[in-house]
T-cell receptor
């Protein structure tokens, strides 16, 4: 069975500080892993994805995530937060590329 | 990147009426489309998976007679909420996936349904 756990439903960081959003997954096979961002009243925008190539994945807007099989983690990071990064972030896992299982989301607040 | 559109973006209807939501992949052929429902401040809940030309596969607990899905072409899927009730009010999001196994899902902007 596949599942995703996002630790911390709310994360606050100061502008310019490191952003770290945590995601742990369970999967019986090597999964595909994704991070999406959602702004209010909008759909989801793909930030980055892991598909069994390089373990360190770089995405849009300066975000990156590292796949760590031993820790079953796929944490999202950004070295320096911008005000525009304030949004809801979702981690998702898929074993087949078909059905996606989403975490419960992490709301990121950036403090000026 | 790939673009998925949804129409309408917002709809308000009276209880008992039916509402159709369209999901289109604008620049790629989507062999599979997905419909999600999102409650306020919650994650996305997969409702159904539709493959072009075949019947949709519904997730457990989703009423197939209430949420009718049609995927008539490789670029269009529709979700019809029949006999809508206030509890059907929600944010409905579709996504579309191409043919590759590692292809990601590209999401539409969502449709806010309010049933009075």
């Amino acid at each position: 069975a596949q599942s995703v756990t996002q630790l911390g439903s709310h994360v606050s960081v100061s502008e310019g500080a490191l952003v770290l959003l945590r995601c742990n997954y369970s999967s019986s096979v090597p999964p595909y892993l994704f991070w999406y961002v959602q702004y209010p009243n909008q759909g989801l925008q793909l930030l980055l994805k892991y598909t069994s190539a390089a373990t360190l994945v770089k995405g849009i807007n300066g975000f990156e995530a590292e796949f760590k099989k031993s820790e079953t983690s796929f944490h999202l990071t950004k070295p320096s937060a911008h005000m525009s990064d304030a949004a809801e972030y979702f981690c998702a896992v898929s074993e087949t590329g078909n059905q996606f299982y989403f975490g419960t989301g992490t709301s990121l607040t950036v403090i000026p | 990147g790939a673009v998925v559109s949804q129409h309408p973006s917002r709809v308000i209807c009276k209880s008992g009426t039916s509402v159709k939501i369209e999901c289109r992949s604008l620049d790629f052929q989507a062999t599979t489309m997905f419909w999600y429902r999102q409650f306020p401040k919650q994650s996305l809940m997969l409702m159904a998976t539709s493959n072009e030309g075949s019947k949709a596969t519904y997730e457990q607990g989703v009423e197939k007679d209430k949420f009718l899905i049609n995927h008539a072409s490789l670029t269009l899927s529709t979700l019809t909420v029949t006999s809508a009730h206030p509890e059907d009010s929600s944010f409905y999001i579709c996504s579309a996936r191409g043919q590759g196994a590692s292809d990601t899902q590209y999401f539409g902007p969502g449709t806010r349904l309010t049933v009075l």
